[in-house]
């Protein structure tokens, strides 16, 4: 077996101090603080609310201006990519569907039912369907990203971590705000929120988010039945009541939806020059030719109800969500028509639903409270899902584009989990953390209906359960009262998968997978809080990693089982004041990971240069991929914002510039020429003024401020088909508050 390469020590303590160097890394505005010194930030990681810096776990947050900043120019929840290190997300179906990667670990499977690594817990209900994932990202508190296994605290598929949402909560005062820009092609961000004392002990919070954007992309086949593409309006709303009518006892109540209705993602036929990853000469992001029909749409509501007694040494939660989506999205897949651009073996359009969706979820948790030496935390958790799902093909050759496919399949997922952590304060600087999670895991799956290449099958079905011990264990010491060293071993599991058959292959199950994970860092205040640091290396074992070999010449989506993976690298996140009038932030992650199964096989493209050894059965040519990185695992993230704040009559001018940098990444598990992505630079630039205490901001913005083009995603059984990120934005926003 071949030996996995190790990260030098010295090579990650030099990269250390050398972005010690330029300062930089959360994501909090020199207005929140206060005398150029940075505020304490609290978080929620480990299920209470504590200090950044005495968390024994790698986490970033984003929160305030820099959420305000990045959602001005009308983005979805893509916009966070590469804004903390190590994470990474991309879609296929456009605004829907998100797929997050943590550390270079997630999943590309594009089906409905499809599980992740990393979860999304938005107001400490989990979001499982990726669907749901895509919820907007308004008038929030408080983003978490938690990198490495979660399971002990957080239900639901943890083992690369949590991506965990906050909104602002209900409050005692009146108050609220308003927020709109207004950019290119007549793109319109508003969003605002009011909030009402109802009582002397409840409150109102209503929060409303609409975006739109007029088609800028426009279809040159004067056959095609859409003409104009890449518009959209997406709409959502959050409802939340809070009351304390004793002070032993309180209760949030929360209830949102989510209208959405646009284009699909745009696939364009033939944009890799092929033997290179470079666009095509004379490429334009305005324009396509294709015959197919594109269209997406989605409806998705929710509620919660989070309780909390407080019994003295003892406190008590239940937090109870339930959610729903419906989903259509079709989309012509070839990107094209039978006439090019370029070679097109056939045509293929496709469409993806989701007529009936529910999951409910539970939770029960009990708590100690104090300052005692001892604090334990303890609870059970249960999940219940059960949706239908669908997938359509067409007939692009024929008038009207008739239906020749169809495959209706349902899901049921049962799962109930019982946990429990202690932390012991050992000494002054000493404390220790262990925590155990036992999960039970059961899925129905069957496919209702069902025609296409493989013929008319009446019914296929698959059922698995799974149980799983978790654990994690973590260490932290003050070495002084603003520096602390951590190290945590946890473990992660994700239950089995399962794919219903294609029109060119059948059905196929993966079977769990397990993480073992082992980081260390230090976090430290410098400089009388002028500047903050966390810094830590991690390496991780996946056993038995779920994989899905998406595409191919064969046109397939099967789920794979390999040996083993493994990831291992270092983050950084770092943030200064220079002067008190001038805030530097920078993040860096480093994710070397690897494939190891010597004898893993996946079909190949159909035009594609292929760099892998490989293998031809029957007709179909195969690559192995034993070690080579996990697909759309960047290897380098590197985030940066510089922020200089300048009083100015009755109020303040400032420039803020942000940048996000990707290095390449690898579309499929195969390694290709084409298939590869270039390294992805976006920057943005405000310049803007605030008054009246800042409570009124006006500003001018520029988003991809380069406007650097690049192909983020491929389809890879027909041609050289890619999709593109956003083109450079730019606009003007207003803001008041009250």
Partial sequence: MARTPRLPAHHAVAAAAIAALHLGASAQSADDAEAGKLQTISITAERRLENIQEVPNSVSVLQGETLEVLNTSGQDIRMLSARVPSLNIESSFGRAFPRFYLRGYGNTDFRLNASQPVSLVYDDVVQENAILKGFPAFDLERIEVLRGPQGTLFGRNTPA??????????????????????????????????????????ALRVSVLNQTRSDWVENTNPDGPTQDLEGYRDSAVRLQWKTQPTKDFSALFNLHARDFDGSARLFRANIIQAGSNDLVAGFDPGKIFIDGVNHSELQNHGGSARLRWDLGPVALYSVTGYESVETYSRGDIDGGTPGGPGVIYFPSETADGIPKHSQWTQEFRAESTGDAALGWQAGVFLFRENFDFENFGYDSLSAGNPQNSYERSRQKNDAWAVFG?????????????????????????????????????????????????????????????????????????????????GAFNGQSIATPETNTSFEAGVKADLFERRARLAFNVFRYTVKDQQLTAVGGAANSNILLNADKATGQGFELDLQAYLSENLLATLGVGYNLTKIHDKDLLVATCAQCTVNDPKTVIGTTTYALIDGNPLPQAPRRTVSFTLKYTQPLAAGDAYVLTDWAYRSAVNF???????????????????????????????????????????????????????????????GVQFKASF
């Fill in 668 to 730: 499929f598990l195969y390694e290709s020429t084409e298939f590869t992505s270039k390294s992805l630079l976006e920057g943005g630039l405000r310049v803007g003024y605030t008054w009246g205490n800042g409570k009124y901001d006006a500003a001018a913005f520029v988003r991809n401020l380069t406007d650097q083009v690049r192909v983020v995603g491929g389809i890879d059984f027909n041609n050289l088909t890619g999709f593109i990120n956003d083109p450079r934005t730019y």
């Fill in 421 to 501: 952590a202690a932390t012991w304060q050992a000494t002054p600087a000493l404390s220790l953390r262990a925590g155990l999670r036992y999960t039970r895991d059961k899925k129905d799956f069957d496919v209702l209906e069902y025609s296409g290449g493989l013929g008319s099958l009446d019914k296929i079905a698959a059922n698995t359960e799974d149980k799983k011990l978790s654990w994690d264990l973590s260490a932290t010491y003050a070495l002084s009262r603003d520096v602390n060293l951590y190290a945590r071993a946890a473990t992660g599991f994700r239950a089995s998968s399962v794919q219903g058959a």
């Fill in 161 to 202: 971590g949590v991506v965990k949402f906050d909104s602002v909560a209900p409050t005692q005062r009146f108050e609220g705000y308003g927020s709109l820009s207004y950019g290119r092609w007549n793109t319109t961000n508003l969003e605002g929120a009011l909030n009402v004392p109802t009582s002397d002990s409840s």
